[in-house]
C-alpha cells in the first residue's frame, strides 16, 4: 500500500515537534510523571544527538500502570460488547493512516530508517494490523461437543480475554511490533501495559493518545517507557501480570521466561534468528540477487528474519555475491528523514559496536570480508552493506543474530538439498528462511527439511497480517499475528451441564 498524500491538512501533528517534547508515562489514560523524577534520553541515531526525553519508568510505575491495566479490565472493557471493541479498534487503524506521515517522521527519527520505508511500509502495515484484529474481536467463538456419559448434557466452551498483559518490545519496527502485540490483545478483551523499547519510545506514546481518541477507556493501554532491566524486569516478575509477551534477543527471552516463573504468568516470545537464503542454481538469478540483498540489508539488517547465511550453488556463487556486493554499494546512506536515503544508520553505538566486534572477530579467525564492513567517515552510527566469506559455523558471525547490514556468503556444491538443508539448520534459531529456485518440488521438499517458523520462496521479509510469525528452537515460543494470535491471549473455559 503507498499513500501518496500524507494527512489531511490539520489533522495530522508535526512529528519532530512531538518528539522533542518531555514526554511523561501514559497511565489511566493519563500523562504521569514517573515516581523517581527521572529521564531519559532518547538518540537520533544519524547524529548521535539527543532528540528528546521520556520518563524512565521503574517498579512504582510498573505496579501504579499494572493497577490501571486491572481496573479498566475488571470495569469498562469488560462491560464493553465485541463490536464496540471492533469499532474502536477499527477507529484505531483509521486514525494511524489520518496521522501517516506524523507517525513515520517519529518512526524515522528515533529509529533511523529510511522514512518511505515508515511512511509506505511500517505504518500502513501498523494500521492493517489493527483493522485485521478489529474483525477479529466479533468472532471469537467457543464450540459446543457432543459427550457420551449417560444422561443429557449441554458442554460448550468460551474463549475469555487472559486478563491484564505485559507486553515488550524492541526497537527495530517500534510501530510494526507494537502492533503484533497491542491489536489482538485489544481484540480479545484484554488490557495491557506496554513497555516500548528506551530506543524508540516515543512513536508508542503517540500510538496511545490516538487510541485514546478512537475510544479506548482509560487504563486499558498503559505505556511504561524505560530500561529493560527495570520497567521490564519489573513487568516480567510481576504477580499481577496474566500474560507476557515479548519479541527481543533470545539472551533477554530466557531472562522474561525465568521472571514469569515466580506467578506462572504466560509467555510468548518471538526472538532472534539467523535466517539461511538458499539459492539454488536453477534460480531466476537477477530476481535473487536482489532479494538477497534486500533480505540482508533492508533496515540495515535490523529484522528478525534478516538474511544472514546466503548458501549459493558453487555454479553460481561467483555472480550472486557479486550482485549482492553490487546492490549494497549503491545503496544511498544517510539519515532515514532524508527521502533520498536507502540505508539507514543502526540503531545506537552499542549496536554499531557490537557488528564491528563481531566483524573483527571473524576476522581474526581468517573470514574475509568481501565487501563493507567498515563505519563510513560520517556522524551516527552508519555501518556499510558488508558480505563476509570465507566462513566456518562455528564463527560468531555464523551463529549470532548480527543486526546489522551483515551477511556470510557460502558456496555448496551438491543440489540434493540434504547437504543444503543440514548447513542451513545449524543454528540454534529457527525463525526464518528464503529459497530461491523455480524448481516446484525442489522448493517445497526444501521447505518441508528447513526447521524454521516461515519459509519464504522467491521472496524475504515478506509478512502479511494473516500469516503466523515466529520461531521453531530458541527463535521463540508462540506465534504472532494471523488467528493464532488470538489463542496468545485467550484462556478456554470448558462449561459442561448436566440436564436433569
Ligand atoms: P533486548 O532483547 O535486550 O531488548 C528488547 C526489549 O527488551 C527492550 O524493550 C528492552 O528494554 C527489553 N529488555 C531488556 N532487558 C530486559 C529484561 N531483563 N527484562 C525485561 N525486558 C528487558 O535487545 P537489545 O539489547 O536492544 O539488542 C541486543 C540484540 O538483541 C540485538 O543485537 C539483536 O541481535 C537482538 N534483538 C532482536 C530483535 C528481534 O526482533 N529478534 C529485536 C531487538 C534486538
Ligand atoms: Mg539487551
Known sequence: MIIQDVAAPGQSGDGEAFVRRDHMLFIGGKQV?????????????????????????????????????????????????????????????????DHAGELATINTLENGKPIGDSLNGEVPFTADVFRYYAGWATKLNGETMTVSAPGNWHTYTRREPIGVTAQIIPWNFPLAMLAW??????????????????????????????????????GVL??????????????????????????????????????????????????????????????????????????????????CGAGTRLYVHRDVYDRVVEGVAEQG????????????????????????????????????????????????????????????????????????????????????????????????NDTEYGLASAIWTNDLSKAHRLAAKIKAGTVWVNTHNFNDVTMPFGGFKQSGWGRDLGAQALDLYTETKTVAMRLP
Open 222 to 303: 498503559n505505556v511504561v517507557t524505560g530500561y529493560g532491566a527495570t520497567a521490564g524486569a519489573a513487568l516480567s516478575a510481576h504477580p499481577g501480570v496474566d500474560k507476557i509477551a515479548f519479541t527481543g534477543s533470545t539472551a533477554t527471552g530466557r531472562a522474561i521466561a525465568t521472571a514469569a516463573i515466580g506467578n506462572l504468568k504466560k509467555v510468548s516470545l518471538e526472538l532472534g534468528g539467523k535466517a539461511p537464503t538458499i539459492i539454488l542454481p536453477d534460480a531466476d538469478l537477477d530476481m535473487a540477487i536482489a532479494g538477497a540483498a534486500s533480505g540482508s540489508f533492508f533496515n540495515a539488517g535490523q529484522s
Open 181 to 218: 502485540k497491542v491489536a489482538p490483545a485489544l481484540a480479545t478483551g484484554c488490557t495491557i501495559v506496554l513497555k516500548p523499547a528506551e530506543q524508540t519510545p516515543i512513536g508508542a506514546l503517540r500510538l496511545a493518545e490516538l487510541a485514546m481518541e478512537a475510544g479506548l477507556p482509560e
Open 329 to 424: 554499494a549503491a545503496m544511498q546512506m544517510g539519515a532515514g528523514i532524508d527521502p533520498a536515503t536507502q540505508l539507514g544508520p543502526v540503531v545506537s553505538k552499542k549496536q554499531q559496536s557490537r557488528i564491528f566486534r563481531i566483524l573483527e572477530e571473524g576476522r581474526d579467525d581468517g573470514a574475509e570480508i568481501v565487501c563493507g564492513g567498515f563505519a563510513p567517515n560520517r556522524e551516527g552510527y552508519f555501518v556499510s552493506p558488508t558480505i563476509v566469506g570465507n566462513v566456518r559455523s562455528s564463527m560468531a558471525v555464523m551463529r549470532e543474530e548480527v543486526f546489522g547490514p551483515v551477511v556470510c556468503a557460502i558456496p555448496f556444491d551438491d543440489d540434493g538439498l540434504d547437504e543444503v538443508a543440514r548447513a542451513a
Open 33 to 97: 510523571p514517573p515516581v523517581s523524577g527521572q529521564m531519559l534520553d532518547v538518540e537520533d541515531p544519524s547524529s548521535g544527538e539527543v532528540l528528546g526525553r521520556v520518563a524512565e519508568g521503574d517498579k512504582a510505575d510498573v505496579d501504579a500502570a499494572v493497577m490501571a491495566a486491572r481496573r479498566a479490565f475488571e470495569g469498562p472493557w469488560s462491560e464493553m460488547s465485541p463490536s464496540e471493541r471492533s469499532r474502536i479498534i477499527w477507529r484505531l487503524a483509521d486514525l494511524i493512516l
